[in-house]
Structure formats: structure tokens, C-alpha cells
């Protein structure tokens, strides 16, 4: 089951943000870049497969809805 993380007044979207890089193996330490606009997360960067895209977009399901959610990431 995923992590679920509340947005509250008291954080900030970038925060929280952090702290799902921070925890999440399929996105620490590989060529990843989240860009917080708005309410919206963008993630670009080069992974090595479709599987490592898809489950850095699940990453952040917990946090925000999907539709705020943009996964720029190209399969190298």
C-alpha cells in the first residue's frame, strides 16, 4: 500500500516534496528533477526504463492528485 501524505497548512508543497525524494529508493540518487509550480509537481530527468518512470510517478501518489501531476521523464 502506498505512503499517505497529508498536505496541511503548517508545510509547503516543497517540503513535502523533499521528504518523498528523501524516502523513496526508485527516485534517490538517480538523474531525477521535481520542480514544485503552483499545486503541481513536474519531474523530468532521464531514467533507464518504464518501470523506473512509472514508479517515480506513483511515488508521489499519496501527496497530490495525478492531474497535478507531470511526468516529463524520458526512458534513455
Do not use: C, W
Not at 523533499?18 to 538523474?31: A, D, E, W
Amino acid at each position: 500500500m502506498a505512503t499517505q501524505y497529508y498536505l496541511h497548512s503548517s508545510h509547503d508543497l516543497d517540503a513535502l516534496v523533499s521528504s518523498v525524494v528523501k524516502h523513496n529508493l526508485h527516485l534517490f540518487g538517480r538523474n531525477i528533477r521535481l520542480r514544485v509550480a503552483g499545486q503541481s509537481v513536474i519531474i523530468t530527468g532521464r531514467v533507464d526504463s518504464y518501470f523506473q518512470k512509472q514508479m517515480a510517478q506513483e511515488s508521489f501518489r499519496g501527496l497530490l492528485p495525478l492531474d497535478r501531476l507531470q511526468n516529463d521523464l524520458k526512458v534513455a
